[in-house]
């Protein structure tokens, strides 16, 4: 029996020594993490730009910002910003640097006709210092070249919809491009819901009845129909016919003021972002 006992009190004793073992393990590795988050802390990067379509010989202007990923706050960090424009075929077209100061950073892109062609782009910034964490905080941002002497898609939509996740589409092409095939693709964001190829019929005919796995009750999508000529049109999708309406209330001077008489204006929206009734 007592044998038993002296066999219980080591085991305990050698099971709480591995738990206090393991627990200053887990403080030192949260403490080297702290450490190397206030020294290196990581960055990201944002950028607005003048306009979301340009024509072909363009210049399109963007300013930028570099912020701290932990609270957003400027980062002096980093005194270069990378700019690179990339096709949508995943090949670089254009790559650039900028002197940043307090954070902010300016510059000018030509689009000249040589290397931008109509089609969409995507905008892609960055640091030095981000890359050392890979590209999962890099700024992206896609944008449209046209050609104002090409005619582009002619689409005519008749049904777009989605209801207990069955996606119907009906449209009618009526351009030069209706005897090649288009894409039609759902996005949710940044995820890809729905990707197709589809060549017109008879007239320009586009028909689509099919069943999506992914698509979510009730939250909006949108319809992407992309062109031969890398041109393409974005619509949103109404899913289970729920009109989900954008209700805004906006006060005289853009705040309430208790105890003063005040107007209020307000305005209801759609997906489509046309006014309706309430």
Not at 69 to 76: E, I, S, V
Not at 88 to 97: C, D, P, Q, W, Y
Request: glycine share 6%; hydrophobic share 40%.
């Amino acid at each position: 029996m007592e044998l038993r006992n002296v066999y219980l009190t080591v085991c305990f004793l050698l099971l709480n020594f591995s738990c206090f073992c393991q627990f200053d393990l887990l403080k030192k590795s949260i403490a080297l993490s702290d450490s190397f988050n206030t020294a290196l802390p990581r960055e990201k990067v944002f950028i607005h730009y003048d306009k979301p379509y340009y024509n072909m010989g363009d210049t399109l202007w963007l300013k930028g910002y570099i912020v701290s990923a932990k609270d957003n706050a400027a980062a002096d960090s980093s005194n270069i910003a990378y700019i690179e424009i990339i096709g949508s075929t995943g090949a670089l077209i254009k790559r650039t640097s900028t002197y940043a100061a307090g954070g902010i950073f300016y510059a000018a892109i030509k689009l000249n006709e040589a290397d931008f062609k109509q089609g969409s782009y995507l905008l892609r910034a960055y640091t030095r210092h981000m890359r050392n964490y890979g590209d999962s905080l890099f700024y992206k941002s896609w944008f449209t070249i046209t050609d104002v002497n090409s005619n582009g898609l002619n689409l005519l939509l008749h049904t777009s919809k989605i209801v207990n996740k069955r996606f119907v589409l009906t449209a009618t092409l009526a351009s030069q491009t209706q005897a090649d095939s288009i894409l039609i693709t759902l996005r949710k964001k940044n995820s890809v819901i729905f990707k197709q190829p589809v060549k017109p019929g008879n007239n320009g005919l586009i028909l689509i009845d099919t069943i999506l796995v992914k698509a979510n009750k009730g939250e909006p999508l949108q319809l992407q129909v992309s062109g031969s000529d890398n041109v393409n049109i974005q619509l949103p999708v109404m899913v289970d016919e729920q009109n989900n309406i954008d209700l805004q209330f906006l006060p005289e001077g853009g705040s309430f003021i208790a105890g003063k008489w005040q107007q209020l204006g307000f305005k209801a929206t759609d997906v489509f972002g046309k006014g309706i009734p309430v």
